[in-house]
């Protein structure tokens, strides 16, 4: 079945250290997407790619940092600057970047 | 940047009845997406529609371009379709990086 993967559902890391998290799709999507949901907020751009090898900052870009050295891999690293990551963080993918979104199941990010 | 107005911001309805969720943005779109986040954080999109009206089972989606107005209706509500239902927007002039812009969400609770 194709379709997008996030791992791992949960994670909990110490404040001060980098935590990077998983996307992977399937679906042969060129762009793919990282948002940031807060309680009582609309999901927040962080990253977008719509190439391997290239990628662009989104609203939220800062202590934040992407690779996409696959067409179907997108991960999202948080890092220490990341001032408070505590999120839902969602990855996504389209095609071309102008299509429909198509959704992974979300990892929950605390940090303490 | 389009600003996105949902509403309500929460329902609660009984199984059976007729529900609206709207929509309204602020700056002309290329296309609009409702989008149903379920209580475990996993998103579904539903409609992606630019004009007029889409059906899906008991899911109809309407806009009205020149209003800047959308509305999302189910009919037979069950409990089942509680969950969390995202307007987000493509904005003409790319309001966001990659012009998606989303509303904070409307929560949605059918009683039995």
């Known amino acids: 079945d194709g379709g997008i993967t996030q791992s791992p559902k949960y994670l909990f890391r110490k404040e001060g250290q980098n935590v990077t998290l998983s996307c992977e799709q399937n679906l042969n999507h060129d762009a793919m997407y990282w948002y940031r949901q807060d309680p009582g907020q609309g999901l927040r751009l962080i990253y977008y790619?719509?190439?391997?090898?290239?990628?662009q900052k989104g609203d939220i870009a800062e202590g934040y940092s992407v690779s996409r050295e696959k067409k179907e891999s997108f991960p999202l690293t948080v890092t220490s600057a990341q001032k408070n990551p505590t999120a839902f963080y969602l990855c996504?993918?389209?095609?071309?970047?102008?299509?429909?979104?198509?959704f992974g199941p979300g990892t929950r990010l605390t940090v303490t | 940047k389009n600003e996105v107005e949902q509403s309500p911001q929460n329902l609660t309805a009984q199984e059976g009845e007729f529900i609206t969720i709207n929509c309204s943005y602020s700056?002309?779109?290329?296309?609009l997406h409702w989008l149903q986040q379920h209580p475990g954080g996993g998103i579904v999109s539903l409609f992606m529609l630019s004009s007029g009206k889409k059906k899906h089972g008991r899911l109809i989606a309407t806009i009205n371009i020149q209003e800047k107005h959308s509305s999302l209706h189910i009919t037979a509500s069950h409990p089942r379709d509680s969950a969390v239902y995202i307007c987000a927007v493509r904005s003409l002039t790319g309001g966001g990086a990659d012009g998606l812009t989303f509303g904070k969400g409307t929560h949605l609770i059918i009683q039995p």
């Open positions: 790619s719509q190439i391997v090898n290239d990628f």
């Open positions: 996504a993918s389209s095609i071309l970047g102008m299509g429909e979104q198509y």
């Open positions: 700056v002309g779109i290329s296309a």
